[in-house]
C-alpha cells in the first residue's frame, strides 16, 4: 500500500492521507472486478457544472447515471438494486430531487456524446434532415448561424469533417427543450473560434436550463463552467468524482496535482504558466531560414512570410481551421512544392500529420523499433515511453487502437527521428487533460537542448503556453487565402492572435491565464490598453 493513509486506500494506488467518506459507498460498478465509481456530479439551475479529469475515471458513467441510461448498483454486483435503494441512500442529499424525478422518468434530458465519429454511421440524411429532428424550441435557425453550418445545411452527414460533424452535434443537443443537458466534449476538432462560439451558446442555455460538461480544455473550461468536480483515482479501476469547487479554484487545485479538501495527492508535481520561460532567447543560433513561399491550390491560397527558426525553440502555431496550417507545415516537410520560393532541403524534418491513419497490424513496439535504436535504453523509457504511457499496450496492433493512444504512439514515433526540425500538427487532439499536461512537458524537455526545433501546431491555448518560446500566427479567411506571420516572441504573438478573436486573458495569481468575460471592466481596460495577454 500507499503507507500513509490513515484508513486503507482500497486500491493501493494513491497518496491519500485521509480518504474521502466518498469512498465509503460506491456509486457503480462494471461487474465483479470491473470499474467503480464513487460519487456523482450534481447539476444545479442556472448553472454549468463541469467534470475534470483523466479519461478512464467514470466521467462518461456518471453522466450516463445523470441522463438515466444506465441505473447506479451501489457497487453491488451479486443483487438486484432498485431505485427505492439508491433513492434511500441519497436521501436528504443535493441529489434527492433529482434522482426521483429520474427514477419516476419525469426528466429529460439531451446528451452529445463523447465519440461524434459514430454519428455518420448511423444516420444517412443531410445535416438539414438531423437537425430538423432535433428542433424542440423553433431555435435551430439561430444555432446554425452560431455555429456557422449554414454553407453545409445541404451536405450528407457523411461527407462532414471532423469539426464540422461536432458542431452539428452541439447544434442538435442545443436544440432540444429538455429539462438538463449533458455534453461529453465540446472541443475536439474545433478551432478557438469555434470552441468560443460554442462556448458562448452553451453559457446562454444555461440561464434558462442546468448543463453538465466534460471538457479537457482548461481555457475553455474556465470561461465555460461555474462549478467543476474533479475526477480522481486509477484509470480503469476507480474514479471518485469530488464534491463541486469552484471553477477558479478547482483547475488550480488540478494543476497543483493537490486537492486539499479531500488531502488527495494524484500528481508528483505542479503544472505551472511561467511567464519567464517565454522571455525571447535571440541569443539561440538560427536552426533554418524559410523564404517568402506561396501556395496555391483551386480553392485556396496560402501566402509565407519569410522567418528564422532558431535551434532548440518550440514554436507554437496559432489560426483558425483552412487557414493554412497543415499546408504550411507540409511546405516545411516538403511534401508539398510552394508555387514561389524554395525550402533549403538539406533541413532532415520529423513530421506528425494532423490526421492519423494507424492502419498497420505491427505492434506498437514493432512501429518504434522501426523508428529509433534506442528503444532499450532507459533514455527511451524515462524521455518517451513513461511520459506517454505507452507501456500498458506496447504489444497491441496500431489498428487496435483508440484515438488517444494512437496520438501517442504518433507522438513517439515523430520524436524517436533524428532530425533538424519536428512539426507536431495538432498533438492534442484526443488526449484528455492529463495527458495534455504530460505531452506538454516531454514537448518541451525533448526540445531542450537538442540542436533541433520544434514546431507545434495547436488550439487548446494552455498546451499553446505551456509549450511554446514563440508563437506563428495564421491569418486570414479560411477555405479561401491564408497568411503566415511571425515568429513572433510570446506577448506580440499571442496579442495578435487574441485581437483577431476579440478576446482578452488575465492572469490570476498563480499565473494561470483566464478568459476575461467580455465586456468586463477587464476585458475593456485591457483592449483600449492592447493587452490582450499578458498583464501583471
Ligand atoms: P471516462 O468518461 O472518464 O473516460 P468512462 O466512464 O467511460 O470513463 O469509463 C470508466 C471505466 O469504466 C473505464 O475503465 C471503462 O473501460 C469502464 N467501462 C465503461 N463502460 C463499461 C461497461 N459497460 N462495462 C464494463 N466496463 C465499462
Ligand atoms: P488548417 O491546417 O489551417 O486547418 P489546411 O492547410 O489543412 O488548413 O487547409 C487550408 C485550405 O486548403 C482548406 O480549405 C483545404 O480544403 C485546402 N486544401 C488543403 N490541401 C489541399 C489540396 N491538396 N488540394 C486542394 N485544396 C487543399
Ligand atoms: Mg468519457
Redesign the pocket.
Known sequence: GCGICVKKCPFQALDIVNLPEQLDQPTHR??QN??VLYGLPIPVEGKVTGIL??????????VKILSGTLVPNLGRTDAEIAWKDVLDLYQGTELFDYLQLLSQKNVKVAVKP?YIDQIPKVFSGSVRDLLATTDERGKLDYYIDRLSLTAVVDQPIATLSGGELQRVAIAACLARDADFFFLDEITPYLDVYQRMAAANLIRELALERPVVI?EHDLAILDMLADTVHI?YGE??VF?VITYPKGVRVGINQYLEGFLPEENVRFRTYAVTFDTRAHASDAEREVLLEFPTMAKRFAQFSLTVDGGEIRSGEVLGVLGANGIGKSTFAQLLAGVLEPDTGAMDTRVRISYKPQYLKGETEATVEEVLRQTTTKFDTSYYQHEILEPLSLSQFLQAPVNTLSGGELQRVAIAVCLSRDADLYILDEPSAHLDVEQRVKISRMIRKHAEGREASTLVIDHDIYVIDMISDRILVFEGKPGVHGKAAGPFDMAPGMNRFLEALGITFRRDKSGRPRINKPGSFLDREQISAGEYYYTE
Open positions: 462494471y461487474g470491473g470499474f479529469g483523466p479519461n478512464g475515471i467514470g466521467k462518461s458513467t456518471s463523447q466534460v475526477a484509470p480503469a474514479g
